[in-house]
């Protein structure tokens, strides 16, 4: 197995992890408030629009950076212990 250095991601060849390399990982960017890593100046750009940070789940210890995915997850957490 051969791993990028960039995202950690194993690949089953050589010729692969470049191919890999090239078309995700040489471009990518990293986001200073949650540190998830984007394949393009264009999705980081829409992503630091909407993100807050690290919002870490009450009650499954979940972290999520988007503030409206965070409470689409409260809310889907907060349905399935009310049943």
């Not at 791993?3 to 194993?10: D, F, G, P, V």
């Not at 999705?43 to 979940?62: A, P, Q, T, W």
């Not at 950076?65 to 409260?74: C, D, E, G, P, V």
């Amino acid at each position: 197995m051969y791993k990028c250095l960039i995202c950690n991601k194993e690949l089953s060849s050589k010729r692969n992890l470049e191919i890999h390399e090239y078309n995700r990982c040489k471009y990518s960017k990293k986001c200073d408030k949650c540190h998830k890593i984007l394949f393009s100046r264009k999705h980081l750009e829409k992503h630091m629009d909407s993100c807050v940070g690290e919002l870490k789940c009450i009650r499954c210890d979940k972290i999520l950076s988007i503030k409206q995915t965070y409470l689409n997850h409260i809310k889907k957490i907060n349905v399935k212990i009310n049943i």
